[in-house]
């Protein structure tokens, strides 16, 4: 009963193997969805509707309905990212 084996403990995975290197080199470093996801759409364009997507002020503050910041990069397509959830 007490001769059970300790687990081996592992490397840690940090994504600089063989196998990272291959993803890299095979990814393009700019590279834009050709066809969206159609629920991606949904969701986003959702969002724009209920005023739940706004660009951060030069304060630095989102409006009290802002739940999402929309970020424009320098290729001219924009990035939404969750901010916070809602106020109410």
């Not at 592992?10 to 159609?38: C, H, L, M, Q, Y």
């Not at 969002?47 to 970020?71: F, N």
């Amino acid at each position: 009963m007490g001769n059970k084996k300790k687990p081996k403990a592992r490397k840690a995975r940090n994504g600089s193997g063989k196998a990272a290197k291959k993803r890299a080199e095979s990814t393009p470093a700019e590279s834009k969805p050709v066809n969206p996801d159609p629920a991606e759409t949904l969701f986003l364009n959702g969002l724009r509707v209920r005023g739940e997507v706004a660009k951060v002020s030069p304060g630095g503050k989102l409006p009290l309905k802002a739940t999402h910041i929309e970020t424009e990069n320098s290729d001219g397509s924009t990035t939404t990212r969750r901010a916070r959830f809602k106020a109410f």
